[in-house]
């Protein structure tokens, strides 16, 4: 089977962009930011993302391109044989699927409160009605399951279409309208009563408020905001040729990841000083924090409209990628036409998904962890907290390991083409360094992780002395 190529470098750079920026970036970053102290937070993020997140990007658009296959197939190109690193590839399959379970679901929800926002059902109401419409949704196994379905359904519709002419296509466009609206949006908070306040908060860091739990938090979110370890980026490697160094195109994407990721704070932070809205909400501070903003602004229906929009392109950007990835593994596998193989993967997407759909209604009673957890709380922590820094690190072995593919074949490959290039000196950092910095996140975010109500394995080991 030939092997299908992206159209453009422009293409390459807004569709792996595009697998980064996502629900991490205009979700989970503000919220993080506003629990973390704001600037302080900010500033050691910026830091861990380019120490920890662009060496390990570049690995993986190096596996991808020197492999021409998918996450899944391309340690079988370039393991040794009786080497059993192609194990981890076919772990990835399930990490990106495990990933899509939840994801859908959140991005189900921007859909619903894009259309809601739209059609004016979100203003002009009392701000404890604003805050109930989120339960309301949530407990609706209907409206859960049914906006969790037009996900899957466009998500594999646009990909029916071709590598070129479906994903590459929309997500040009999608990328180009989102970082359009995210300005605009961000003038538009410029403008508000509290933008110095909020700015202020956001932008200055205080060195005083640098703790330990600052420091994790930065270093998982920068880990968490490109997912990697589970093959986003090596699947698009896959698909260039090698007229540009990895090193530059790695850079470019995660300038843009990062500008996505800093414009949705400049948004947010000043209306939440103008309207009194706590910056540390949590999890919340998008949808009931964001809806109470935007149901109290002159013009808050359509302004609110363009928010959830354009954190809907943000969502879909990743859904798309994601399927891509699933979607070239699976036909690698199997052999399987485009078509056919979206028919199934879509099916398969669509009942896996529903487990955490229904787990804030019909199956809520189950609770994995703390007693407000959901099935969400599950996956995601599956996810974020094992797949990805262990996914990492497979990764990051088997490119500087004499018993991988080794760090002269990797600095090869990612040095190929015009751009930045890697230099030998960083040798010592990305061979012993770099693995010992995600086992220590690896180990932080499990003995931090609230298995229990009021309980971390942390708090039990200190319990202990």
Not at 77 to 106: C, D
Not at 270 to 295: H, I, S
Request: net charge positive; charged share 10%.
């Amino acid at each position: 089977m030939e092997r299908e190529r992206l159209g453009s470098r422009l293409g390459f750079i807004l569709l792996s962009a595009g697998c980064a920026i996502g629900v991490g970036n205009v979700w989970k970053f503000p919220w993080m930011v506003g629990q973390y102290g704001g600037g302080a937070f900010v500033l050691i993020y910026l830091i861990f993302l380019f120490v920890l997140g662009l060496p390990v990007m570049v690995m993986e658009f190096s596996l991808g391109r020197a492999s021409q296959a998918s996450p899944v197939m391309l340690y079988q190109k370039l393991e040794r044989p009786g080497q059993k690193w192609h194990i981890h590839g076919y772990l990835t399959l399930i990490a990106n699927a495990l990933l899509m379970m939840f994801y859908t679901s959140v991005a189900g929800w921007i859909l619903y409160y894009f259309i809601s926002f739209l059609s004016g059902k979100m203003t002009g109401i009392s701000n404890e009605a604003s805050a109930k419409l989120f339960t309301d949704m949530q407990t609706n196994p209907a409206v859960m399951v049914g906006f969790m379905a037009i996900v899957v359904v466009l998500g594999f519709l646009i990909l029916s279409f071709g590598l070129q002419n479906g994903v590459e296509r929309v997500t040009k466009y999608m990328m180009l309208l989102l970082l359009g609206l995210m300005v605009i949006l961000a003038v538009n908070s410029f403008t508000l009563s509290g933008a110095k306040e909020g700015l202020t908060f956001y932008l200055k860091p205080e060195l005083s408020k640098i703790n330990g739990s600052v420091v994790v938090g930065a270093m998982n979110q920068a880990f968490f905001t490109l997912s990697l370890g589970i093959g986003s980026m090596a699947i698009f490697g896959s698909y260039i040729g090698k007229e540009r160094s990895l090193v530059g195109e790695s850079v470019n994407i995660l300038v843009l990841d990062t500008f996505v990721a800093i414009t949705a704070g400049l948004i947010i932070f000043p209306a939440c000083f103008t309207f009194d809205v706590e910056p540390a909400a949590g999890p919340k501070l998008l949808f009931v924090a964001m809806a109470k903003v935007f149901n109290n602004m002159t013009g808050g229906r359509w302004w609110g409209s363009l928010f959830f929009l354009f954190m809907f392109f943000a969502a879909m950007s990743t859904v798309i990628a994601v399927f891509q990835n699933i979607l070239a593994s699976v036909q690698e596998l199997t052999g399987w036409k485009r078509a056919k193989s979206c028919i199934i993967c879509g099916s398969a997407i669509l009942i896996l998904s529903l487990p955490c759909a229904l787990g804030f209604n019909l199956w809520s009673s189950f609770t994995p962890f703390e007693s407000t957890s959901t099935i969400l709380d599950l996956e995601d922590f599956i996810v974020s907290n094992c797949f990805l820094p262990l996914g990492a690190l497979c990764y990051v072995l088997f490119c500087v390991s004499r018993k991988g593919w080794g760090f002269d074949n990797f600095m090869a490959e990612a040095n190929a083409g015009k751009g930045l290039k890697l230099k030998k000196w960083m040798k010592p950092y990305l061979t012993y360094v770099l693995p010992v910095a995600i086992v220590i996140i690896f180990i932080i975010g499990i003995f931090t992780y609230p298995f229990a109500d009021d309980f971390t394995l942390w708090g039990w080991m200190k319990s202990l002395i």
